[in-house]
């Protein structure tokens, strides 16, 4: 059966009209969808006959909240939904002045390795579908009651390793009769699978590229990020300046701040040169603490000096705000915590 939440409007329109329908049913069900309905019986102004048959050609589920918490110290909310399949994923909303932020996962566990997070340990079990990608915002935003605005592809998986079902979340979640979110709010965060970065670029979508990047030379990035291994640092940055030559659209990077493995002098030098090579924004992060992994935050110090140094070379650097420390926010710890209890 087709899973008519990952089909776009005119795909609908298409396989009604195949089936002699007119196309005014397939803005009906649309719009259906995108409230949230977990079935075709909701649907009240749809013939019974018609959701008969149409319960018959296609799927539908919404997923399950399994855990829910609200942070006590700024109301940063993370659910963990169960899947279909049985299987979960993360997703948190965050507030900010300019508006809700929910930041979505795009498969279920991860395959690239890297040694400071938690949503790899386990390895990839799946790719999310484009409509489980979207429910993580819709059901978010119906379940919060806080109207979204902005996504961030940050949460767990690697988006560019499920390129086609992210590019069909990107034209759902983007679409007019649907939740309607501009390409301009929303990020796409990568760990630097290269080889998709052109294809990126040629969809000539007007998001924001996010590189978690994390450090600017071959054997520390090697060392914390398997899949810098046979692709290397140079090789990512020109792929960077290929697609802001292409895009126009400056890249971010993701910089998580590790105490004694990427805060020295010498990163960030060269972190200052590999941003300016590419016109880059450098985003430092201040990095959350997993259980089963052995690394610290950089220390206030190094984090300052760090800091001071970009900046003396120009380069454009924010801090990333630490929300939701109370409530597991770090990708993939609480779909661990679940993981463990079973």
Known sequence: MKNIKS?????????????????????????????????????????KPL????????????????SKQVSQIDGTIKYLWELCDGNAVETVVMSYKHGNTVCVSSQVGCRQGCAFCASTIGGLVRCLEPSEILDEVLFSELDSGKHISNIVLMGIGEPLDNFDNVMKFLKLVNCPDGMNIGMRHISLST???????????????????????????????????????????????????????????????????IDGVNDTEY?????????????????LIPLNHVEERQFKPSTDGHMKAFIKILEDSGVNVTVRRKLGGDVDASCGQLRRKMQKKK
């Open 7 to 47: 089909m776009l409007p005119e795909e609908i329109a298409a396989d009604f009209e195949a089936m002699g329908l007119p196309k005014y049913r397939a803005k009906q069900v649309f719009k259906w969808l995108v409230r949230g309905v977990g079935s075709f019986d909701e649907m009240s102004d749809i013939p």
């Open 51 to 66: 959701r008969e048959k149409l319960e018959e050609e296609y799927s539908i589920y919404k997923p399950k909240v399994l």
């Open 191 to 257: 760990c630097g699978i290269i080889e998709r970065f052109d294809d990126l670029a040629e969809q000539n979508l007007q998001l924001t590229l996010s590189v978690s990047l994390h450090a600017p030379d071959d054997e520390t990035r090697s060392k914390i990020m398997p899949a810098n291994r046979g692709r290397g640092v140079d090789e990512l940055i020109a792929a960077c300046k290929r697609y802001y030559d292409k895009t126009g659209r400056r890249i971010s990077f993701e910089y998580a701040m």
């Open 267 to 283: 990163h960030a030098r060269l972190l200052a040169k590999r941003a300016k090579a590419v016109c880059a924004h450098v985003n």
